[in-house]
């Protein structure tokens, strides 16, 4: 629960930062700090898909998101190694 309602606190922000409207009632509890490992194999296989739908879906954003580097969310803590074992690439 902690994690998912972390997520959406910063899900929040982007929104807000777009224009959206989210209902920060709905978020079970309070920020926390959470880490959760994740591969640089993984992260650069899910910004290569990533690209690849918006090449084909936006335009502008694919040109944005492609002349620099994408960060992670806050919450995840880069480590080395490759794609997941779990991933069906």
């Not at 993984?42 to 690209?51: A, P, V």
Request: no cysteine; aromatic share 8%; hydrophobic share 40%.
């Amino acid at each position: 629960m902690a994690t998912i309602s972390t997520y959406l606190w910063d899900v929040l922000n982007e929104a807000k930062a777009r224009g959206y409207n989210f209902d920060a009632s709905r978020i079970a509890m309070r920020k926390h700090s959470v880490s959760i490992p994740v591969t640089r194999g993984q992260l650069d296989f899910e910004q290569k898909h990533l690209l690849k739908k918006l090449r084909i879906r936006d335009r502008v954003r694919f040109r944005e998101l492609s002349a620099g580097e994408i960060s992670p969310h806050p919450m995840m803590r880069v480590v080395s190694g490759d794609l997941e074992p779990w991933e069906a690439a």
